[in-house]
């Protein structure tokens, strides 16, 4: 099966382009995407479950503000994630909310090769395309 994302030539970050039938499976697989510029995703568990919400103005900003968070889970909680369930992106009064079951476990050096440390989510480049059957997220990570 091709892989639900790849890796776009730059010169000093890491580009992404995911893909996806709506933009919730789109947004989960950019997620295990930017997981595996970190490590390798086939060696993080689902030992851990839990429900997260993020909110944003709108559809860029959420999917900056979907990644960052997980991004600090792994910086804070020092936890990976490898299976990622978008159960709704909503649009509200507000912009944008996005809720979904993330699962993981936390960080072992022993069974996690540590590849490339991701420092943040840019708006640099990022694009949402809409197209008959799919939907195309690009995005760069700062490392």
Do not use: C
């Not at 022993?110 to 799919?134: A, F």
């Amino acid at each position: 099966m091709k892989k639900p994302y790849r890796f776009l030539e730059h010169t000093s970050d890491a580009f992404i382009e995911s893909y996806g039938r709506t933009l919730e499976e789109a947004f989960q697989n950019a997620a295990l995407a930017m997981f595996e510029v970190m490590t390798d995703p086939k060696t993080i568990d689902s030992e851990i479950e839990e429900q997260v919400e993020t909110q944003a103005e709108d559809e860029y900003a959420l999917l900056y503000e979907w990644l960052q968070l997980l991004l600090v889970k792994l910086e804070v909680e020092d936890k990976l994630y490898s299976k990622f369930t978008i159960e709704s992106i909503e649009e509200n009064a507000q912009g944008y909310t996005l809720k979904a079951d993330i699962k993981g476990e936390r960080y072992d050096p022993e069974k996690h090769p540590t590849k490339t440390s991701v420092k943040g989510i840019t708006y640099h480049e990022m694009r949402i395309v809409y197209q008959e059957d799919l939907v195309r997220v690009r995005f760069l990570l700062d490392i």
